[in-house]
């Protein structure tokens, strides 16, 4: 005996038969040989009955998807009672995960399994075969590799009562399947987006993809995807714009706790009159709700924003952001724009315009305002990277506090400075003017 055979035997004394929805799976010991087996449960085996497993058996032989598993049927008193299954170590869904659920959170098993499945199902839908029966008692994976494989399929077997059939596994079957009606591939779209479901049953279904699995298993046929290919493609489609989703929101919150870090490490200066005063309250129940960011003022520290962008992913139910909702986003970073350009140009403006600096002439005075002109300039930049508004947005904000802070600058200073100390030529020149008035 080799050691695929012992592994086998292993498996054999541990669960000698595995419940199907038409019979159930063993492995017979011939010629000392392993052979795995189905034997239909005896209230299925009649004419039609076998009549349905002959016409699938001679279809089977077509099919060279390696996800799909060959048998030969073995018949007794003109009936087939059993098949007998290409060699393999299978077992089902089922009972894989019963015995082995971590195997699920292994790089890539959950998107090869589902992508394989998409792949036969795909191919069979073309032939007008459809599986409609993706329960975890009827999908197989083939040991040591867990590669994902399919064996009888159900619409060779529709003139069955269907609700006898699919007895312990409704759940996974479609609507009009269980009545006995017309079929097609949304019917396969259904089971096997609650297959898709089963899987993440441990680890919780992505928020992405629920959207995705409520319209594939909608009750009625219509409103679900067209075909398994189109589902598939959506499941993908929606992974992406997650993606891209969730990398701008992480990085629109980044850059307002960094809005925040600058706002909270330099120096405060004195309070400028005309930014009004935020003080909305950051409550825990904020961040449980993806409208939150809304309630957030510009006053919210780095460590607040962040633990909010760390648990976007977990609150959004859609990737879906309306005009509405973007423009009040633009709005609130804007709010934390002027508050930090405020602070910043406030501390550069009075390292200019102060009573200290305004012994020098003009030239010294135009000297310091250019570099005053670019560091403003500078900070504008920053801060227009760091919270993603446009640029020429902006530059007019800058523009209406620099005007604000300048004038008010000016207005606490001597009015015969008017910017800059005159020298005492001119101050005599003055003098003599007003003099001869």
């Known amino acids: 005996m080799n050691y695929e055979e012992m592994i086998e035997t292993r498996d054999i004394r541990e669960n000698n038969k595995i419940w199907l929805p038409y019979g159930y799976f063993h492995k017979r010991l011939i010629n000392g040989k392993y052979t795995n087996f189905v034997?239909?449960?005896?209230?299925?085996?009649?004419?039609?009955?076998?009549?349905?497993?002959?016409?699938?058996?001679?279809?089977?032989?077509?099919?060279?998807n390696k996800c799909q598993l060959h048998f030969t049927p073995n018949e007794g008193d003109g009936e087939v009672y059993a098949i007998a299954i290409e060699v393999g170590n299978f077992v089902t869904f089922e009972q894989l995960l019963n015995d082995m659920p971590a195997v699920v959170a292994q790089k890539d098993f959950i998107s090869e399994t589902i992508e394989n499945l998409v792949e036969l199902t795909c191919e069979l839908n073309e032939r007008g075969i459809y599986h409609l029966c993706f329960a975890p008692q009827n999908v197989f994976v083939k040991k040591n590799s867990n590669s994902v494989r399919l064996l009888c399929h159900g619409?060779?077997?529709?003139?069955?009562?269907?609700?006898?059939?699919?007895?312990?596994?409704?759940?996974?079957?479609?609507?009009?399947?269980?009545?006995?009606?017309?079929?097609?591939?949304?019917?396969d779209v259904y089971s096997l987006a609650k297959f898709v479901?089963?899987?993440?049953?441990?680890?919780?279904?992505?928020?992405?993809?629920?959207?995705?699995?409520?319209?594939?298993?909608?009750?009625?046929?219509?409103?679900?995807?067209?075909?398994?290919?189109?589902?598939?493609?959506?499941?993908?489609?929606?992974?992406n714009m997650w993606r891209t989703g969730i990398a701008a929101a992480a990085a629109l919150a980044v850059s307002l706790a960094l809005v925040g870090l600058f706002f909270y490490v330099l120096p405060s200066p004195d309070p400028v009159e005309f930014v009004e005063k935020v003080e909305d309250p950051v409550t825990e129940d904020m961040l449980e709700d993806l409208d939150a960011l809304l309630g957030i003022g510009a006053d919210a520290d780095s460590a607040t924003i962040a633990q909010f962008a760390q648990q976007q992913q977990y609150i959004r139910d859609s990737l879906k952001v309306d005009d509405k909702k973007m423009r009040e986003y633009e709005a609130k970073a804007e709010e934390i724009f002027r508050k930090q350009f405020t602070k910043e140009a406030d501390a550069i403006l009075s390292r200019v315009y102060n009573p200290e600096r305004m012994n020098g002439g003009e030239k010294e005075f135009v000297a310091r305002s250019q570099a005053m002109t670019?560091?403003?300039?500078?900070?504008?930049?920053?801060?227009?990277?760091?919270t993603y508004l446009p640029s020429d947005r902006t530059q007019r904000i800058a523009s209406e506090i620099i005007d604000q802070l300048t004038e008010q600058k000016k207005a606490a200073l001597d009015k015969d400075y008017m910017g800059f100390k005159k020298k005492p030529q001119e101050e005599e020149e003055t003098t003599t003017t007003k003099d001869k008035k």
Do not use: W
């Not at 046929?221 to 589902?231: H, Q």
């Open 39 to 64: 034997e239909f449960h005896d209230e299925l085996v009649d004419f039609v009955f076998s009549s349905c497993v002959r016409a699938e058996c001679q279809d089977n032989a077509t099919i060279a």
């Open 197 to 239: 479901e089963y899987l993440y049953r441990s680890s919780g279904l992505p928020l992405e993809l629920r959207p995705v699995i409520k319209k594939a298993t909608s009750e009625e046929a219509e409103k679900r995807y067209a075909s398994v290919r189109e589902f598939a493609a959506a499941m993908k489609n929606y992974h």
């Open 374 to 386: 670019e560091e403003l300039a500078r900070k504008q930049a920053e801060l227009t990277e760091a």
């Open 155 to 187: 619409s060779y077997y529709q003139r069955l009562d269907q609700e006898a059939l699919y007895e312990r596994v409704e759940e996974y079957v479609a609507p009009e399947v269980l009545s006995g009606g017309e079929v097609d591939g949304r019917a």
